[in-house]
């Protein structure tokens, strides 16, 4: 039936149709958010192209958990940010059961134990030269060494207590690896998301800035083993390779541009899907309402809807504070 019979206005006229007839909602339980953790007390660093977004220290970290928790917030994602002291080229920090990141893991488990607390696996923060993994003379980032050292830093990470080991370097048959060594060290309920489908994308620049490895990476790029922004059937089967290895969650980042990827691994794989809105997507949204440009509350929660909209479980966001204290208001 046409015009007058379907009259598609007539749901949307009133609010109480408006809400019955709503298919996708966020809560406060789709958000996890990502915090950079540095050494110090009572220490906290503003991130010029992240406005809103600090680096704190572990004591400042946890008065924040208190109130993410709060707001009903499952998990939060923590990014360690060392001095270049503590860098080198086989990226030693990252396995060190006393580092920065194991610490924050033990002191977050300690205080708020029902907070989720994920861990990034990946070498980028502990290398003097802001890659990944281990290179070689040529520069080129190794495969399978990189794993071996991997396989430590997800160790210690789930040592200290982390929930879920979140890799996120995009090396080959990793997940594999970490999931039988946590496996054979008895840790059969640790998590993994994999960030499966990592697009080599210009959208991280100001989370590179946030921990500090833009400088180092200088002219540098992680082509070698992110995703080309072009494919897309390459990131089905990147996803399928990581559900094997053992992964429980799996990943697609950046998110707003890369929503057709997010739609097609949950349609064809049915498997629990999350994606990364990440530091230049907030950074470009922020800038915008800084200037007045876009309304910061609905634009904020509307790109937020989108990536339910496109099938994501839950969504890694900066704005996930801010967006949780909207929905408690
Ligand atoms: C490091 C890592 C990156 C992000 C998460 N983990 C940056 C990169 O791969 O260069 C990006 C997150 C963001 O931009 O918000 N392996």
Same mark, same amino acid.
Do not use: C
């Given at each position: 039936?046409?015009?007058p ?16 007839m709503?298919?996708?909602? %966020?809560?406060?339980?789709d958000? %996890?958010y990502?915090?950079?953790?540095i $050494?110090g007390?009572?220490?906290? $660093?503003?991130?010029?192209?992240m406005p809103?977004?600090?680096? @704190? ?9 208190? $109130?993410l928790?709060?707001?009903g ?7 360690p @940010? ?18 920065? *990141?194991?610490? /924050? ?13 994920? !861990? ?6 502990? !290398? !003097? ?5 281990i290179?070689?003379?040529s ?7 990189t @794993?071996?050292?991997l396989?430590?830093? *997800? ?10 080991? =979140?890799p ?15 496996? !054979?060290?008895?840790f %059969?309920n640790?998590?993994?998301? /994999?960030?499966? *489908?990592?697009?080599?994308? =210009? ?16 002219k540098?790029?992680?082509f ?22 053992? /992964?429980d ?11 057709? %990827? ?16 990440v530091?230049?997507?907030y950074a ?6 800084q ?11 509307e790109?937020?809807? /989108? ?9 890694l966001?900066y704005?996930?504070?801010d967006?949780?204290r909207l929905?408690?208001?």
């Open positions: 039936m046409t015009f019979f379907t009259r598609m206005r007539r749901m949307r006229k009133e609010d109480f149709s408006r809400r019955l709503r298919e996708h909602r %966020i809560s406060s339980d958000l %996890i990502p915090m950079f953790v $050494e007390n009572n220490s906290r $660093e503003h991130i010029p192209s809103g977004i600090e680096r @704190v220290s572990i004591d400042i970290l946890l008065e924040e958990a208190a $109130e928790v709060d707001l917030i499952p998990m939060i994602a923590l990014f @940010v060392v001095s270049n002291d503590k860098k080198s080229l086989l990226a030693e920090e990252a396995y060190n059961p006393n580092g920065l *990141a194991q610490r /924050a893991v033990k002191a977050l488990k300690e205080a708020f134990p029902e907070l989720g607390v994920m !861990t990034d696996v990946a070498l980028d923060p502990f !290398t !003097t030269h802001g890659q990944d993994g290179i070689d003379e520069g080129y980032v190794l495969n399978d060494v @794993v071996d050292t396989v430590k830093q *997800a160790l210690s990470h789930a040592q200290a207590g982390a929930d879920v080991i =979140a996120s370097d995009m090396m080959d048959g990793r997940i594999g690896e970490i999931r039988n060594e946590l496996e !054979t060290e008895g %059969i640790t998590l993994i998301m /994999a960030y499966s *489908a990592k697009y080599a994308s =210009a959208y991280y620049g100001p989370f590179r800035d946030a921990v500090g490895s833009s400088t180092n990476l200088g540098g790029n992680k070698t083993y992110q995703m080309d922004p072009a494919n897309s059937n390459e990131a089905i089967r990147e996803i399928m390779l990581d559900l094997d290895e053992g /992964a969650m799996v990943m697609v980042k950046p998110g707003m541009p890369y929503l057709d %990827i997010v739609r097609r691994v949950k349609t064809e794989l049915e498997v629990p899907t999350f994606v990364y809105q530091s230049g997507e470009m949204q922020m800038a915008a309402f200037n007045g440009w876009l309304d910061k509350d609905t634009v904020m929660m790109s937020l809807l /989108a990536f339910k909209r496109a099938g994501a479980d839950g969504i966001t704005f996930a504070k967006a949780a929905l408690k208001n």
